[in-house]
């Protein structure tokens, strides 16, 4: 999708609480990354590296925790997990009837700074 | 040291999404954002449900191009309230470029407002501007290997427009192939089969709207 747009806004996130915690460098992010989010982990690693220049994450590596997709089935009623991006039926039983609870999560978890 | 930080990465965006909803919904009006690869035929569907509808909701039109004005041009000849925005290179509309243009918008005087977004079928999905709902548009010459190669797009959408339907023999698309995929990504996805060409199918497409997008 649109990762330099995401790559800004981590970073605009980090910065903030950086600054608001009183500390002046960020040594790491840590991101929840859900595997239906659309994001290509290499592209914004790729993107916040451009965007990080003179500021406080100038020297930040990302550490990305992928979330897989979860989801349960109206016809089976078992829940399921799967690492693919985008679920077509239930794993389960194969079913086209199902419900996607996670697996988009676009999150910061936490940063550490020095 | 570490700090916990727990935030979603777009909450920016989901708060001034969150912002226009209540703009919207103080004022009565139903927000539709209306998506699709380029040339599919969102100002000709938006041309036809106009004149179709017209006399029966109040539509004003919010136009999202990388550049140009060719599209406002087409909407504002039908006597229609309509803002263009010139994205300048970015490839999609987001919340806060919304929230910026929604001054010029007569918001007290209309039923239903269309946000035509930019031509593109991945990123345009990813963003929430505070709509009620998601619509999107695949013409026929697309082909129909679409909801399998950009599955987002069907999923986030309430209701598929089908369009240049007049071009069906003289294509290889198999239009039950579309549905069956769209329905497998989206079982709730509502489909309608029109052309904006010929007007086959706009009334049903149009009723529909009607139906959802009447507040009291």
Known sequence: MHEVSIALNVLDIAIDNCRKSGYDRIESIRLKIGRAAGIMPDALVFAFDAVKTDTLAEKATIIIDHAPVGGSCNTCKKNFVSEETYVLCCPECGSNSFRINSGRELEIIDIEVV | ?216
């Open chain 2, 1 to 216: 040291m570490k700090i916990k930080v727990v935030t979603r990465i777009l909450e920016a965006n989901e708060r001034i999404a969150a912002e226009n909803r209540k703009l919207f919904d103080n004022a009565g009006v139903y927000v539709i954002n209306l998506m699709s690869a380029p040339g599919a035929g969102k100002t000709s569907l938006l041309e036809e449900t106009i004149k179709e509808i017209n006399n029966r909701l109040k539509i004003a039109v919010i136009e999202g191009d990388i550049a140009g004005t060719q599209d406002a041009e087409r909407i504002g000849n039908l006597g229609i309230p309509v803002v263009q925005i010139n994205t300048g290179g970015a490839c999609h509309l987001d919340a806060n470029i919304i929230n910026e243009v929604l001054g010029e918008i007569p918001l007290k005087h209309i039923d239903l407002l269309f946000v035509e977004n930019v031509g593109n079928l991945v990123c345009p999905a990813e963003f929430n501007i505070g709509e009620d709902i998601k619509v999107m548009l695949l013409s026929i010459t697309e082909g129909d290997d679409k909801p399998l190669k950009y599955p987002l797009m069907f999923q986030e959408s309430s209701a598929l427009v089908l369009n240049k339907i007049d071009l069906l023999p003289y294509t290889n698309t198999d239009i039950e192939k579309i549905k069956r995929d769209a329905f497998s990504l989206n079982p709730s996805l509502k489909i309608f089969k029109v052309s904006c060409k010929t007007g086959e199918g706009v009334r049903e497409w149009t009723d529909w709207l009607f139906s959802i997008a009447k507040k009291d």
